[in-house]
């Protein structure tokens, strides 16, 4: 299906009140399968938290998939990869699994999208210079990206709202480039359009003090569907750098990155070692409270989607100048705060 101006509002409302209407309903079942994020040292919920909440976002995507998504080999090869990620999130949210088992899913996930669903990434434009992938690098530089993506979104969700709310950032965005630039509007809008109003639906139960959590149910899939609306905004012409993307899941992406050098610095595992350092704890060190610590993301992120959306209608200087002080701004955040290294036990040593 390929959208028009009027069918953006219909596709956005329709899957925004069956989400609305639906996550109460997700709640109600979490709550009958105990599917709770209990309290521990690292969460910040108090009392034990329902989650399942991306069941909620899945079943608003396929009233959307059904109702206006044309069905095509890619079409199938998406709902494969959600419905495995949907099951193993499922699972997880009642009885976690081990780490190992949910990256083995998302790779299996990642690696149907890309050999049955044929949606690879075989070039490259960023900052004016082109690569090209030959098979097979152009399937593993793919599955790398999917996977990339899924857990800079996953590692987002430690805020009420902040994951379900930087995906509807994402969302929205890429829709507005879409249509600002009259690119061929085909399954990369209509899923963005789809899972905007999904998002936003699920929001409005998730905004602090949330009712319900994603659990990993929500943030793997919304994590996945970013990636492969990403994949297929190059097929389309949405995107025609990947700095765009890069730019729109910059805080994301930026916390992932620094979680991991700070947890190399600690010599501790990388990839599976929880803390309480990412961007959102420090805001709330700071004493601001979980809404506005949410709001503050929220604007970061609305400047970064507003820099993406320039820099795809060929403002390509003075977009790199911003971008390049945002990043020095953050940089200067992240050297001031324990995000990389702890300040405290510095202190507490010169005293």
């Not at 109460?24 to 329902?50: C, G, Q, S, T, W």
């Not at 009712?211 to 012409?237: E, H, M, P, Q």
């Not at 004493?287 to 604007?299: D, E, N, P």
């Not at 990389?340 to 036990?345: E, G, V």
């Amino acid at each position: 299906m390929y959208v028009n101006g009027h069918d953006v509002f219909i596709i956005v409302f329709v899957t925004f009140l069956c989400s609305l209407v639906v996550t109460p309903i997700v709640e109600r079942i979490a709550r009958h399968v105990k599917a709770f994020d209990y309290p521990n040292k690292r969460r910040l919920n108090k009392i034990p938290m329902p989650t399942l909440g991306g069941l909620a976002i899945f079943f608003s995507f396929m009233l959307g998939y059904m109702l206006y998504a044309r069905s095509s080999v890619q079409m199938l090869s998406i709902l494969m990869g959600s419905f495995l990620l949907i099951f193993m999130g499922f699972i997880d949210d009642i009885s976690p699994l081990r780490a190992r088992y949910q990256l083995l899913t998302q790779i299996v996930a990642a690696c149907i999208v890309v050999f049955y669903g044929q949606i690879s990434l075989n070039y490259v434009s960023i900052l004016g210079f082109h690569f090209t992938f030959a098979t097979p690098w152009n399937y593993l530089i793919t599955i790398v990206l999917i996977l990339a993506i899924m857990n800079a979104i996953n590692l987002s969700d430690g805020l009420d709202g902040l994951c379900s709310g930087i995906s509807s950032i994402y969302f929205l965005t890429i829709s507005v480039i879409a249509f600002m630039m009259n690119a061929q509007q085909g399954l990369d809008t209509t899923l963005a359009l789809i899972m905007l109003g999904a998002t936003l639906g699920f929001l409005v139960y998730n905004f602090p003090p949330a009712r319900i959590y994603l659990g990993d149910t929500g943030s793997n899939f919304l994590g996945f569907i970013i990636a492969v609306t990403t994949l297929l905004g190059y097929k389309t012409a949405t995107f025609t750098s990947l700095i765009i993307p890069l730019i729109i899941l910059a805080t994301p992406i930026l916390d992932v990155v620094f979680s991991i050098l700070r947890r190399i610095l600690k010599k501790q595992n990388p990839l599976n070692t929880p803390d309480r350092e990412h961007f959102h704890h420090q805001l709330l060190n700071m004493q601001f409270s979980t809404r506005t610590s949410l709001l503050i993301i929220y604007a970061i992120d609305i400047i970064f989607a507003g820099l993406s959306i320039f820099y795809a209608l060929g403002d390509t200087s003075y977009v790199i100048l911003i971008y390049i002080g945002l990043m020095l701004i953050f940089l200067f955040i992240v050297l001031k705060t324990n995000i990389l290294f702890n300040h405290h036990k510095e202190n507490k040593k010169n005293k």
